[in-house]
């Protein structure tokens, strides 16, 4: 089963860091693009950083020079290091890759993680 697992997530004061960690598993064959997303409550979904398979990295506005999306490609795991936290970065912060499962040649799929809360409040 292919699925990708978040951690790091938690309850953090503003102006800390906090780093989230999300690693894929299951029967995969190759990894494309990989990004970080968050829904804070009564929002939409919204991408916070994405990082193709050649490190070009895109940051929502938001969170420009204070967020770092960064991935191990021999561990298909990818990073988002947070810092100088504010209280509006409060929300479930989901990872999303293309991967492409079964065999060498199969389908490219997007897959999602469970999501993760971060909280920054004093």
């Known amino acids: 089963q292919v699925q990708l697992v978040e951690s790091g997530g938690g309850l953090v004061q503003p102006g800390g860091s906090l780093r989230l960690s999300c690693a894929a598993s299951g029967r995969i064959f190759g990894v494309s693009a990989m990004g970080w997303y968050r829904q804070a409550p009564g929002k939409q979904r919204e991408l916070v950083a994405h990082?193709?398979?050649?490190?070009?990295?895109n940051y929502a506005d938001s969170v420009k020079g204070r967020f770092t999306i960064s991935r191990d490609n021999a561990k298909m795991t990818v990073y988002l290091e947070m810092n100088s936290l504010k209280p509006e970065d409060t929300a479930v912060y989901y990872c999303?890759?293309?991967?492409?499962?079964?065999?060498?040649?199969?389908?490219?799929?997007?897959?999602w993680g469970q999501g993760t809360q971060v909280t920054v409040s004093s």
């Open positions: 990082i193709t398979n050649g490190d070009n990295t």
């Open positions: 999303n890759a293309n991967l492409r499962t079964g065999w060498a040649f199969g389908p490219v799929g997007e897959y």
